[in-house]
């Protein structure tokens, strides 16, 4: 049975990132990933999209992704996200940042994401 679109939002950054789960994140990103920011769209392939989220795990010693917000689209693929994101980095710098995304999921696997970028601290 295919994961509705919040089911594979909720595993991709609850579990993904926070359990560090690389093998979901596998099985959860498309045959490409579009990463949309303003003014300009990535297209990734599978492999760099998995890579993207290793390499950005390697930064941390810790992450968390707290999903403040979950909301799901009646069209059944997509779901927005407000999130906070604690972290410490290698060297010991502790921070949070906080933003919002918006994915695309289709047959199970993400291969949109809107983003307009982070910024440092939390959701007041």
């Known amino acids: 049975m295919t994961r509705t679109a919040r089911e594979v939002v909720e595993l ?49 010693e810790s992450i968390r992704f707290d999903l403040n917000v979950v909301v799901a689209g009646d069209d059944g693929e997509h779901v927005a996200i407000v999130y906070q994101s604690p972290m410490r980095l290698k060297d010991g710098m502790e921070t949070t940042v906080g933003s919002m995304e918006i994915f695309r999921v289709v047959d199970g696997k993400i291969t949109e994401v809107w983003n307009c970028g982070y910024k440092q601290g939390v959701w007041a």
């Open 12 to 60: 991709y950054n609850l579990v993904v990132w926070n359990d560090r789960d690389i093998a979901l994140a596998e099985e959860l990103l498309g045959d490409s990933v579009i990463r949309h920011e303003v003014g300009e769209a990535v297209v990734l392939t599978h492999e760099e999209a998995v890579k993207r989220v290793v390499d950005h795990l390697e930064m941390f």
